[in-house]
């Protein structure tokens, strides 16, 4: 009973900390509060501190949950091309933030550092020998980069700290450090998690194992690269930049994964359900392509909404300009292609199309209700498109990806549906972007990653000999490679989340956002809409509030602004570019 006491006492002691008002950059109460001096003394220990950052909404999923407090979070495309929101327009998009009003989803506070450093500062006390809590430790690792990156997208140099600093510490009044060296200690981090973590591939869901590690650096390390590549010259240029060496990391990274055998694309060897499928099954512990998920449990008072989310879309929709990223079946694109049917009626668009695009975006025949009554499709709901509509979307274009149609798993609150954190498709992206930005990626590259998801869903493969020019290409500037890896890369991780993060490290913005807005289907082939059209037809549902389209600044809007409060106290946290 005292060691369980001592274990209460510190969450609750985390709790009042957690849930304390912002003070100034890094002056919160002491974290020894935390526990009597007894506790990190046992691996157990560890594992119960390290439990809050599994359940504290850090681990970026494609849905999110209840517990999240939001319908929609982290893992949707809605602030990129992908996707978007008529009711909430987002504002980055729009160049309306001010830096009262930027509303960054990620805190300035320090909170999350100061807490995983606590962990640093005292994980030692530990009598054990240390592989009794190696696990731990690499888990530690691993969160310290999570935390950091997401504080790295979101403002760019950010003060590094491996410890707790005191209340007159001089790093609480020193300069940021720049990106690349946050990189580079994220980078660490993860390699130190990959030594110290669980090399199996474990049941991916109750703890982080070596391989989660490995694919989180690719991320990280593509990220930095193509940054430092494409924002060369700009306001958010990066002194002493070396893409290559971060570009090198992932494929060095990739490939340690793509060698271990433990992953692969899951498939059935069914193209038309097999990637839409994925997302939809109740138990990922024995897939091979998920390495990490969450599982709920309503039993347990963990519970998710995915359906929900999905069945009311509140004004949500994808674009027209995903839709027409979809390959023919020929492996062509759709610009001059006789398999190209047509915008007349949505049908008519997914003919002869990669399958993923009717595995993403609800067909008018494909399910909506399974139960002991038989099969509705999805035809009955197109009929009519509102912000307000169950069901539709603002621009016909409703999200399938993640929704399944079995009643019986369907609670409009509360089910069981798991939400996926990684999976090995991104590894297989990851290494053929790295490749490519490299300039040295070959056939055999694109035939061991590029080629599996395509395998899935029948598609032919990527030859780089004879690769059709499109005259749609989002980035004509750049070889016909790159173009479609990112167009394979937007296709196969669509609303999964990584659309504006993408946009942010390819500084794509003046070509994707600005001046532009989102279009939907034809609007003819709906009974009755809300929204207007434009000249050609096409739902166009920001035509009247944006009749210039987007205005996102680019010498601004990339990272978000550092709270005013912050440079008030600390003068040497100079403010991001053009705010």
Same mark, same amino acid.
């Given at each position: 009973m005292k060691h369980y006491k001592i274990i209460i006492g510190g969450f609750i002691a985390l709790s009042a900390i957690f849930s304390s008002c912002q003070k100034d950059l890094l002056e919160k109460y002491p974290l020894d509060q935390v526990s009597s001096a007894d506790f990190f003394k046992?691996?157990?220990?560890?594992?119960?501190?390290?439990?809050?950052?599994?359940?504290?909404?850090?681990?970026?999923? %494609?849905? &999110?949950?209840?517990?999240?407090? @939001?319908?929609?979070?982290?893992?949707?495309? !809605?602030?990129s091309d992908n996707e978007f929101d008529v009711i909430h327009p987002n504002e980055r998009l729009a160049g309306t933030r001010t830096v009262n009003n930027a509303g960054s989803p990620v805190n300035w506070g320090f909170d999350e550092v100061r @807490?995983?450093?606590y962990f640093f500062d005292n994980y030692k006390k530990c009598t054990a020998p240390l592989k009794d809590y190696q696990q731990y430790l690499g888990e530690a690792h691993f969160f310290r980069a999570l935390i950091y990156f997401q504080l790295l997208q979101t403002y760019g140099d950010v003060p590094w700290l491996s410890t707790v600093p005191g209340t007159d510490s001089p790093v609480l009044f020193a300069p940021r450090t720049p990106r690349n060296i946050v990189a580079d200690n994220m980078i660490a981090d993860l390699d130190s998690a990959a030594l110290y973590l669980s090399d199996g591939k474990t049941n991916g869901y109750s703890r982080i194992n070596k391989w989660i590690s490995l694919l989180f650096q690719t991320r990280i390390a593509l990220y930095e690269g193509t940054w430092e590549k494409y924002h060369a010259g700009d306001p958010f240029g990066v002194s002493g930049a070396q893409p290559a060496k971060y570009l090198n990391k992932v494929v060095e990274s990739a490939t340690t994964i793509m060698n271990s055998g433990l992953f692969d694309i899951y498939s059935t060897g069914n193209p038309t359900s097999d990637y839409g499928d994925l997302f939809i099954q109740r138990d990922y512990s024995t897939n091979k392509e998920v390495l990490f998920w969450k599982k709920f449990s309503v039993a347990l008072n963990i519970a998710n909404n995915k359906n929900y989310a999905q069945e009311y879309p509140g004004g949500k929709g994808s674009t027209k300009g995903l839709a027409d990223s979809y390959l023919c079946t020929n492996g062509k694109p759709i610009s001059g292609n006789s398999l190209f049917a047509g915008y007349d009626s949505i049908t008519n668009e997914m003919k002869n199309r990669d399958p993923r695009f009717y595995q993403t975006i609800f067909s008018p025949d494909a399910p909506w209700k399974i139960d002991d009554s038989g099969t509705t499709t999805w035809r009955t709901v197109y009929n009519q498109l509102s912000s307000a509509s169950q069901y539709n979307a603002p621009c016909g274009y409703t999200q399938r990806k993640g929704y399944d149609p079995l009643m019986s798993n369907?609670?409009?609150?509360? %089910? %069981?549906?798991? @939400?996926?954190?990684?999976?090995y498709a991104e590894v297989l992206l990851n290494f053929a972007e790295a490749k490519a930005? !490299?300039?040295?990626?070959?056939? &055999?590259?694109?035939?061991? &990653?590029?080629?599996? !998801?395509?395998?899935?869903?029948?598609?032919p493969n990527l030859n780089l000999a004879t690769i059709t020019t499109d005259p749609l290409w989002d980035f004509p500037a750049l070889s016909p490679t790159i173009n479609e890896i990112r167009r394979e890369r937007r296709i196969e991780l669509a609303l999964e989340g990584f659309r504006w993060p993408d946009i942010a490290r390819w500084a794509a913005a003046d070509e994707l956002i600005l001046g532009k807005r989102p279009l939907g289907f034809k609007g003819s082939q709906i009974t009755s809409t809300t929204f207007p059209s434009n000249a050609n037809g096409f739902l166009d549902p920001f035509k009247t509030k944006y009749p210039n389209g987007y205005g996102f600044v680019l010498n601004r809007d990339y990272l978000d602004p550092l709270p005013e409060s912050e440079i008030v106290l600390n003068p040497k946290l100079v403010q991001n570019p053009g705010w």
């Open positions: 046992q691996p157990n220990d560890m594992k119960v501190y390290l439990n809050q950052f599994y359940n504290g909404g850090l681990l970026p999923c %494609e849905y &999110s949950e209840l517990l999240g407090g @939001s319908y929609r979070g982290g893992g949707d495309d !809605l602030n @807490s995983i450093n369907h609670d409009l609150n509360y %089910e %069981e549906t798991p @939400s996926i954190y990684f999976r930005e !490299l300039g040295n990626i070959t056939q &055999s590259d694109i035939d061991k &990653s590029i080629k599996k !998801l395509r395998d899935r869903v029948g598609m």
